[in-house]
């Protein structure tokens, strides 16, 4: 089985509720995870990546951090999906990077990077801050037109939270 017929796998086992095989198929692959997050090649470290989020991995998110910091898209790429994942019912993970996903929506020279990055950060907590980036850049004619787009539905998203918590 390769690393990602096993990610496959964890996934439909996380799906179903399976925490004790879960938890026996993580253990399977922990080491050959994180050799491939570490490889030369950007395929396997985006696949590495990729396979945190598939494994419901928590315990890996510090991977995640360095994936966001790859130099490869890809990689970049499945990092923020993975993070997206595990972020949905747990909004302190978008919370310990969002500067970097700042950063990334900000800067990052890949588009789709960009927007990945957008849509992690509505699982976060609606701080202003990114408001306030998400409504700049949404406002930026100059910006990509899908980027726009994302950013302005997820800063409105946010403020529906900030709203519903007052």
Do not use: C, Y
Request: hydrophobic fraction near 45%.
């Amino acid at each position: 089985m390769t690393l990602a017929e096993a990610a496959a796998q964890a996934d439909q086992l996380a799906d179903a509720g399976s925490a004790q095989e879960l938890a026996a198929l993580r253990a399977q692959w922990d080491d050959e995870l994180e050799a491939s997050a570490r490889s030369a090649d950007f395929r396997e470290r985006a696949l590495a990546f990729r396979a945190v989020g598939m494994f419901r991995w928590r315990a890996k998110e510090e991977l995640l951090r360095r994936g966001l910091d790859d130099d490869s898209p890809a990689a970049r790429g499945s990092a923020l999906l993975s993070l997206e994942l595990l972020s949905r019912d747990h909004p302190s993970t978008v919370n310990a990077v969002r500067p970097l996903l700042h950063t990334l929506v900000n800067a990052d020279g890949n588009a789709a990077v960009r927007r990945l990055a957008v849509l992690v950060l509505k699982n976060g907590s609606p701080q202003r801050d990114t408001i306030v980036l998400l409504e700049g850049i949404g406002g930026d004619d100059e910006a990509d037109g899908e980027l726009r787009q994302a950013a302005s539905r997820v800063a409105q998203l946010l403020r529906r939270k900030a709203s519903a918590r007052r």
